[in-house]
């Protein structure tokens, strides 16, 4: 299982949160997402690749850093 942090600036709020989650977690061969709002990041567990959560994320409607 590989483990992957995404950081993304724009997370303000539990609707971010939300939304990012709902999205990532429709991503096959993601087990587990948790979004950090604090910290402004994304955590996702699982064999999925990183071009289809990068997508998730962006599909929900926020930006990665870098």
Same mark, same amino acid.
């Given at each position: 299982?590989?483990?992957? %942090?995404?950081? /993304? ?13 709902? +999205?990532? #977690?429709? %991503?096959?061969? /993601? ?13 996702? +567990?699982? #064999? ?19």
């Amino acid at each position: 299982m590989t483990t992957r %942090v995404y950081q /993304v600036p724009e997370i303000s709020c539990d609707h971010c949160k939300h939304s990012i989650e709902g +999205e990532v #977690s429709k %991503v096959p061969g /993601v087990s587990r997402v948790e979004v950090t709002v604090a910290s402004k990041t994304v955590r996702v +567990e699982g #064999s999925a690749g990183d071009t289809d959560i990068r997508a998730a994320i962006d599909q929900a409607g926020y930006d990665i850093a870098g």
